[in-house]
């Protein structure tokens, strides 16, 4: 399995999963909780014949069919183009072994969006009871496609039993799931209340009635927080040695931690010295301020969750840079080139002298005169190679995590050490996987963009010369005995 190559500048392509994938989330939750508030709440108002109520819940449903189906069909479509470029091999591995949870999935969609529609746009044409009906049943199948693709997304955390049994229902029902499925659960109440305040906040004009709306849904996003805050936990217990320790190994993902727990906090607290408490508080300004920190505190963990599974997109199986992790020795021993069709291919239509083709289809490249090309054509190949083992997580000169910042003062022998062993320089980027020519000309590649030591760093400026840095450091040393 070898796919070629999706360059994304600045931003990097995995990069654009990400973005993606949290702009959907923070409206897939919603689809969730938001439907199951429709069936309850018109469910509750046909009861007490409440027709003021009625009427802003289908103004409301409006909005939810707009914003979920629409904006969320369109970004869900949208994360299987992007994954599909940008993580070819983890995409093919995660279709190939969950090929009947996927249809099923997308047969809950089809349920779900036709008793979404039928909800809206048959209302005061079905009678009561059916208009309910479709309103739970949309609410089922909503939920039942959010616990589908939990199983998926949590597999590609922590695959349990599954690489030893290959049996569906291991990889399905791995360890991240139920935690996962009860904090998304949580997100999906305590959203679907946020959103239900917003749009109140503005379109509700009869007070009493906003008052009344607001009471009914601060017991739903308390039980939300609350389920949130378990499942997360859960999560944490759960989580695989590796992720445990990129968590707390990160820099980046330290300050998210901090930030989404500090976005929680605010949050609850807002929610129970607010609609809980006061209900009066509910203006515009505060439901978009609400709704705000919801969506933050969402998005970060969602992040969280996706950043942590380093160096592997599947735990175990699939390396963070499209390599499958079985694969690694091989690509060793042989090289990277000679075991992937499309850097294979571009080498020998750049340099024919270097690749020999044998009468099976199999090829061999020719190392040494590799190492013996001009500088410019062995940086030029080293960044073939760094784009298939670096780029998933490393912009070059600018942007994501770039190469270039990072390197700057480093010594030709430490950036080389660097790539033949990435994961003891941090754990969390997969081992190198070609061989020692190749990591050569990956190195050139590097020392290329490296840049120097800004200029009046340690030896330049102030002190002149090695000596007086030692004479310094001396004269303390001196001092402190
Ligand atoms: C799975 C993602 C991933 C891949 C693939 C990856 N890296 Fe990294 N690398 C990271 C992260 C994340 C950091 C920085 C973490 C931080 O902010 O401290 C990093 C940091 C570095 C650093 C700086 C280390 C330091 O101590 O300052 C170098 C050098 C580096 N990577 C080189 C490489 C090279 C060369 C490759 C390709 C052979 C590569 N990385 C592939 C994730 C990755």
């Known amino acids: 399995m070898s796919y070629p190559w999706w360059h994304v500048p600045f931003l990097t392509a995995p990069m654009l999963i990400a973005l993606i994938a949290t702009v959907h989330v923070l409206v897939s939750h919603y689809a969730v909780g938001g439907g199951l508030f429709l ?12 027709e003021g109520y009625l009427a802003y819940l289908k103004q409301h449903a409006w909005f939810f069919v707009l914003l979920t189906v629409v904006f969320g069909a369109i970004t869900g479509v949208g994360i299987w183009w992007i994954i599909g470029l940008a993580s070819p091999l983890a995409t093919h591995f995660l279709i190939q072994t969950f090929v009947f949870g996927w249809a099923t999935e997308w047969v809950f969609f089809v349920i779900e ?24 049943i949309y609410a089922a199948a ?70 009344y709306i607001e009471r009914r849904s601060s017991r739903p996003a308390m039980l939300g927080s609350a389920l ?13 040695a590796s992720s445990k320790a990129a968590l707390q190994g990160a820099a980046v993902i330290n ?36 709704l705000g920190f919801g969506l ?14 380093k160096p592997y997109i599947v735990y175990n199986l699939v390396l963070g840079n499209q390599v499958l992790a079985e694969k690694v020795p091989l690509l060793r021993e042989n ?41 410019y054509d062995r940086v030029e190949i080293g960044e073939v190679l760094f784009m298939y083992h670096c780029n998933d997580c490393h912009a070059e000169r600018s942007g994501v995590n770039a190469m270039e910042h990072l390197l700057t003062g480093w010594s030709r022998e430490m ?19 070609g061989t020692d020519a190749e990591a050569e000309i990956l190195t050139d590649y590097l020392m290329d963009m490296r840049p120097e030591m800004p200029e009046g760093m340690f030896f330049g400026g102030r002190h002149d010369s090695l000596s007086d840095v030692q004479a310094m450091i001396g004269n303390t040393v001196e001092e402190a005995r």
Not at 415 to 433: D, G, I, Q
Request: hydrophobic share 50%.
């Open 39 to 50: 069936a309850v709440e018109t469910s509750h108002a046909y009861k007490h014949n409440d």
């Open 228 to 240: 949130v805050a378990s499942g997360g936990l859960w999560w944490y217990l759960l989580l695989p």
């Open 113 to 136: 969006l036709a008793a979404g529609f039928a909800f809206y746009y048959f209302w005061g044409k079905l009678d009561r009871r059916t208009h309910v009906a479709m309103g739970w």
């Open 255 to 290: 300050v998210l931690m901090v930030i989404m727990f500090t976005l929680t906090i605010v949050v609850f607290a807002l929610l129970y010295i607010g609609p809980y408490r006061n209900p009066g508080w509910l203006s515009p300004g505060f439901a978009i301020m609400f």
């Open 335 to 375: 090289g990277f080139i000679e075991g992937t069709r499309w850097p294979s291919a571009w080498l020998a239509a750049r340099h024919p002298q270097l690749v020999t083709t044998h009468p099976d289809g199999s090829l061999t490249v020719d190392e040494q005169g590799m190492l013996a090309l001009p500088k």
């Open 415 to 433: 950036v080389a050490t660097s790539v033949r062993h990435p994961e003891k320089l941090k754990y969390f980027m997969p081992p190198w996987s």
């Open 142 to 211: 909503a939920w039942i496609s959010l616990v589908l693709i939990t199983g998926i997304t949590a597999f590609m955390l922590d695959p349990g039993q599954w690489p030893e049994t290959h049996n569906f229902w291991h990889g399905f029902f791995n360890p991240q799931f139920l935690p996962q499925v009860l904090a998304r659960t949580g997100a999906a109440f305590l959203l679907a209340s946020m959103y239900v305040y917003f749009h109140a906040s503005f379109k509700c004009q009869d007070t009493d009635l906003l008052r």
């Open 296 to 309: 933050a505190a969402t998005a970060t963990g969602e992040y969280i969750r996706e950043a942590v599974r």
